[in-house]
């Protein structure tokens, strides 16, 4: 069984910065596509970036250039910093990976960004 914890949200004013973390288990990591999506209250939750096992990333244009995802394959845990946050940035952030053609996701972490 696939499991993934988040950590690292938390309450932050516009133009800081955050970690979360992921930590995976019950999938063979490092050769796992990892990914962070976002869900605002009342809107759809939607990707904001993916890392696969050989490294290569890809993000949303609403982040580019302010987050960066990262793994740790001794450790089976993804990140992702999160500088120069906005408001618009608030969310439930959730981990994802995929196995055997089933997504599986983490609990989330709320991710709050004052003005």
């Known amino acids: 069984q696939v499991q993934l914890v988040e950590s690292g949200g938390g309450l932050v004013q516009a133009g800081g910065s955050l970690r979360l973390s992921c930590a995976a288990s019950?999938?063979?990591?490092?050769?796992?596509?990892m990914g962070w999506y976002r869900q605002a209250p009342g809107k759809q939750r939607e990707l904001v970036s993916t890392?696969?096992?050989?490294?290569?990333?890809n993000y949303a244009d609403s982040v580019k250039g302010r987050f960066t995802i990262s793994r740790d394959n001794a450790k089976n845990t993804v990140y992702l910093q999160m500088n120069s946050l906005k408001p618009e940035d608030t969310a439930v952030y959730y981990c994802?990976?995929?196995?055997?053609?089933?997504?599986?996701w983490g609990q989330g972490t709320q991710v709050t960004v004052s003005s």
């Open positions: 994802s990976t995929m196995k055997w053609g089933t997504r599986y």
């Open positions: 890392i696969t096992g050989d490294g290569t990333t």
């Open positions: 019950g999938t063979i990591f490092r050769l796992s596509a």
